[in-house]
Nanobody
Framework: QVQLVESGGGLVQAGGSLRLSCAAS????????MAWYRQAPGKQRELVAR???????YYADSVKGRFTTSRDNAKNTVYLQMNSLKTEDTAVYYC???????????????WGQGTQVTVSS
């Protein structure tokens, strides 16, 4: 059993900051990519940021220069630091991770339950 649990969402004014965390727990051998997605009402889920097992990062154009993702491999945790938040960043934010549960097992993708981020004007 593997679980991803997000925390850190909430209500913030435009221009403010929030830090999201996502911790993976359970039977884990290794974690490859860890990523953040978001889904606003009436829109498709979109990739926001991704960090590889080696630390390489990717950001959507809409968040470049404002958001930073990082990970703590010892804690199986990924973070999303969100600065200069805009009203259009309002969405439910989900983390996902590509996890190998055993040394011979395959790699599967797991999702967290989501955390609401609301940016007010």
């Amino acid at each position: 059993q593997v679980q991803l649990v997000e925390s850190g969402g909430g209500l913030v004014q435009a221009g403010g900051s929030l830090r999201l965390s996502c911790a993976a727990s359970g039977s884990i051998f290794s974690i490859n990519d860890m990523a953040w997605y978001r889904q606003a009402p009436g829109k498709q889920r979109e990739l926001v940021a991704r960090v590889s097992g080696g630390g390489s990062t990717y950001y959507a154009d809409s968040v470049k220069g404002r958001f930073t993702t990082s990970r703590d491999n010892a804690k199986n945790t990924v973070y999303l630091q969100m600065n200069s938040l805009k009203t259009e960043d309002t969405a439910v934010y989900y983390c996902n991770a590509a996890i190998q549960r055993t040394i011979l097992g395959r790699r599967d993708v797991y999702w967290g339950q989501g955390t609401q981020v609301t940016v007010s004007s």
